[in-house]
């Protein structure tokens, strides 16, 4: 290899198959799900998070950051729900205590709780609004989205969660991130009908996550179709993104994904997108209805 070839391998980042797993919906898509959500939300609610949408927006991804500095953060933005083995006295869902009971604590911390991590969002978040707490619900707020947004990943809800037990590693990426990035602006509808109360918020959360898991065998059957079906030469390229060489798929290899999925990444944003809204509304109707914390410095 010589010096400029040398440079130029040095500079490809390969985003695909060696990168680490993305962290739920990519950056791009939570920013989406959680700006979308504020224009479903009624009065005084809507004025509130309006006044506050580019922070919610901005913070989308904080959950995804903590990973790195705190060791409990990972386990809440998946569920491995082939890992968990129900005894057949009973079924999906199942309360926290009795998950710990059955499964033991450190078996929950290893495959996951995102469902259950969400019911405790969701209180805290009412909580904040009965203290009339502006700070604490907007980081909040940032935060239950990313979470409800993860837990409408199909790949956050199996342990295969990178296709790295199918050799197909880098799928959790291109689902999450390279395709809603690629097609969300041009061709999502995302306007949606208003937030709606959830009167059971904990097993309304668990029916999406159920779905998710029934949905990733799908999302990487496709894909193996699909890799198989084209030739291999045209599913990854090479792209410039701010100045340096990325390889990742093809916008080629995505379409004919994105399209085989029939519109799978498209409903899962959407879904998210209503229930981070229902969610917020939920827990300020919990709280009682209060008055909303005045604009702040
Ligand atoms: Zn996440």
């Known amino acids: 290899m010589n010096r400029r070839s040398k440079s130029f391998f040095f500079t490809i980042i390969f985003l695909a198959g060696f990168a680490t797993p993305s962290l739920g919906w990519g950056f791009y898509a939570h920013r989406l799900i959680n700006y979308h959500a504020v224009f479903l939300l009624p009065s005084p609610l809507f004025g509130f998070f309006k006044i506050h949408i580019r922070y919610l927006a901005d913070h989308a991804t904080d959950a995804d950051s903590r990973r790195y500095a705190i060791r409990e953060e990972a386990p809440r933005h998946y569920i491995d729900l082939d890992r968990y083995r129900l005894p057949d006295s009973l079924q999906w869902p199942i309360t926290w205590p009795m998950a710990v009971l059955v499964f033991g604590e450190d078996s929950l911390q290893q495959h996951g709780i995102v469902p259950w991590w969400i019911f405790i969002m969701k209180f805290r978040l009412q909580k904040a609004f009965e203290k009339n707490d502006r700070d604490q619900i907007l980081k909040i707020a940032a935060d239950i989205g990313h979470y409800i947004g993860d837990a409408h990943v199909p790949l956050h809800a199996t342990s295969n969660h990178n296709g790295q037990f199918t050799d197909q590693s880098g799928i959790h990426a291109f689902w999450e991130s390279r395709l809603p990035e690629l097609f969300a602006e041009q061709e999502y509808d995302l306007i949606l009908s208003p937030a709606v109360y959830l009167r059971e918020p904990s097993s309304w959360i668990w029916e999406r996550v159920l ?71 939920t827990a300020w109707v919990d709280a009682g209805q209060p008055e909303l914390p005045q604009k702040g410095p």
């Open 211 to 281: 779905e998710s898991a029934a949905s990733a065998d799908t999302v990487l059957r496709i894909e193996k179709e699909l890799s198989y079906a084209l030739n291999q030469d045209i599913k990854m390229a090479y792209e410039q993104r701010n100045g340096i060489v990325i390889r990742n798929y093809s916008k080629r290899y995505a379409s004919a994904y994105h399209d085989r999925l029939e519109g799978m990444v498209e409903r899962r944003l959407r879904y998210s997108i209503h229930a981070v809204a229902s969610f917020w509304l």
